[in-house]
Nanobody
Framework: VQLVESGGGLVQPGGSLRLSCVAS????????MNWYRQAPGKERELVAA????????YYADSVKGRFTISRDNAKNTVYLQMNSLKPEDTAVYYC????????????WGQGTQVTVSS
């Protein structure tokens, strides 16, 4: 099993980034997918989730209206479009796969750093 994130980087406040997570080694279309983030000194938190077929999505209140999660089961890829970024969005973002929607799964990516700073 492998989850590989990409798309992180340094962006100014108000800017946008698109994270991608490519999955391999399991039946991607059967798994719910999550994006978590962890800032220094803070616990890892669920940012967004999408059901296996993509019909249901969840967002943390802190990102609602600014972030969009989506998936392409033909490409084994889940995305996180992040707009209107704020300094408090700075964190390592992790892709996570699990059997149940909105539940932390067993499979993790290595993480990608997002830094929002002027």
């Amino acid at each position: 099993v492998q989850l590989v994130e990409s798309g992180g980087g340094l962006v100014q406040p108000g800017g946008s980034l698109r994270l991608s997570c490519v999955a391999s080694g399991f039946t991607f279309s059967s798994y719910a997918m999550n994006w978590y983030r962890q800032a220094p000194g803070k616990e890892r938190e669920l940012v967004a989730a999408v059901s296996s077929a993509g019909g249901r999505t969840y967002y943390a209140d802190s990102v609602k209206g600014r972030f969009t999660i989506s998936r392409d089961n033909a490409k084994n890829t889940v995305y996180l479009q992040m707009n209107s970024l704020k300094p408090e969005d700075t964190a390592v973002y992790y892709c996570n796969a699990g059997s149940n929607y909105r539940k932390m799964g067993d499979y993790w990516g290595q993480g990608t750093q997002v830094t929002v700073s002027s």
